[in-house]
């Protein structure tokens, strides 16, 4: 990390404004920079890459758009209580079928009025798997939680913005007596019960946002019941390969 003219390059990597980032099948390991990848107002798209052991944060997306697809976020410092899998502030990203394990903060970092749909990750031992605040509005579908200190954790950080919004659908993995939530008062944490449906109506926006990404979505996994087990793959371990649970027929946890 350094300074150069003037611009702060907090990552092992740092890329700046630009209209298209791809990175597929890379590996990004052991970088002692603050992030190991930083990316800022850019389109970006990551699939099939690794990153771990990174200092602190993994990847840093600042007020970014794209997709981070069928990628591993691991910790080689557990007790590095400053280190996230993904950092996003400010950005409207989807993160699907991806793993992230051991993190000692968050596996999933979303604050500063981002819009972020997570679907089909596994969550592992971290101490937050996601941490959702200050305005961002997070949805949660078919995603596993397994021996996190807290699943999901929504609340206001800095004080110039309000507290959060996370959204999780009937039939993702966890029921509603495992999941194991937080939320501040300024922040809620809705359980929406549902039967098979759209996109459309699992998803019920009218923010243009919002609207943008589940368009994004949809392209991804263009299906009809967004809830069919067999639609959206997961990464599971063999041993919990099974049916999708059920939620209780509450509309929110507030």
Not at 1 to 6: A, I, L, N, S, V
Not at 13 to 26: A, M
Not at 125 to 149: M, P, R
Not at 234 to 248: N, S, T
């Amino acid at each position: 990390e350094r300074w150069h003219e003037g611009v702060f390059f907090s990552g092992g990597l740092s890329l700046h404004y630009n209209d298209k980032v791809t990175i597929e099948e890379s590996l990004f390991a052991g970088n002692r920079a603050d992030d190991g990848v930083n990316i800022k107002y850019s389109q970006v798209t990551i699939k099939n890459t690794k990153f771990v052991g990174n200092a602190a944060d993994q990847i840093d997306l600042d007020y970014c758009q794209g997709i981070v697809l069928e990628s591993e976020f691991i910790t080689s410092s557990p007790a590095n209580d400053n280190g996230d899998g993904i950092d996003v502030s400010g950005a409207g990203v989807i993160v699907a079928n991806s793993f992230f394990s051991g993190f000692g903060d968050k596996g999933v970092s979303i604050g500063e009025k981002s819009r972020v749909f997570l679907v089909g990750n596994r969550f592992d031992k971290n101490n937050n798997g996601v941490a959702v605040k200050d305005l961002s509005q997070v949805y949660f579908l078919k995603n596993l939680f397994n021996g996190n200190a807290v699943d999901i954790n929504v609340y206001q950080k800095k004080r110039i913005f309000g507290g959060g919004r996370a959204v999780v659908l009937r039939r993702d993995v966890n029921s509603f007596a495992t999941l194991k939530t937080k939320f501040d008062k300024k922040s809620r944490v809705e359980f929406v019960a549902m039967d098979d449906a759209s996109w459309d109506r699992a998803f019920p926006t009218q923010a243009d946002e919002t609207k943008r990404l589940l368009n994004r979505l949809q392209s991804l996994y263009p299906i009809q019941d967004p809830f069919s087990a067999e639609k959206v793959t997961m990464i599971l371990p063999p041993q919990a390969v099974g049916g999708p649970a059920e939620f209780p027929r509450t509309a929110a946890n507030r």
